[in-house]
C-alpha cells in the first residue's frame, strides 16, 4: 500500500474555558480539541485521518 505524506496548517486557539481547540483550514469541519496544546496535536491528527478518509 502506498502512503502519501500530506502537510496541513493547523490553527490552535485556547478557549474561554481553557481548553485548546485545533483546526484545519483547508479542510471543512476538521477540529477537535484538548487539555493541553500536546493533547490537541495528538487527536487533531486522528481528526486529519478521519475526514480525509470520509471524503
Known amino acids: 500500500?502506498?502512503?502519501?505524506?500530506?502537510?496541513?496548517?493547523?490553527?490552535i486557539e485556547q478557549?474561554?474555558?481553557g481548553i485548546y481547540v485545533a483546526k484545519v483550514p483547508d479542510i471543512s469541519g476538521c477540529y477537535t480539541q484538548g487539555?493541553?496544546?500536546?493533547?490537541?496535536?495528538?487527536?487533531?491528527?486522528e481528526a486529519i485521518q478521519v475526514c480525509i478518509e470520509s471524503n
Open 15 to 17: 478557549d474561554e474555558d
Open 1 to 11: 500500500m502506498e502512503h502519501k505524506i500530506l502537510n496541513f496548517k493547523v490553527l
Open 35 to 45: 487539555k493541553t496544546v500536546e493533547q490537541a496535536m495528538g487527536r487533531i491528527k
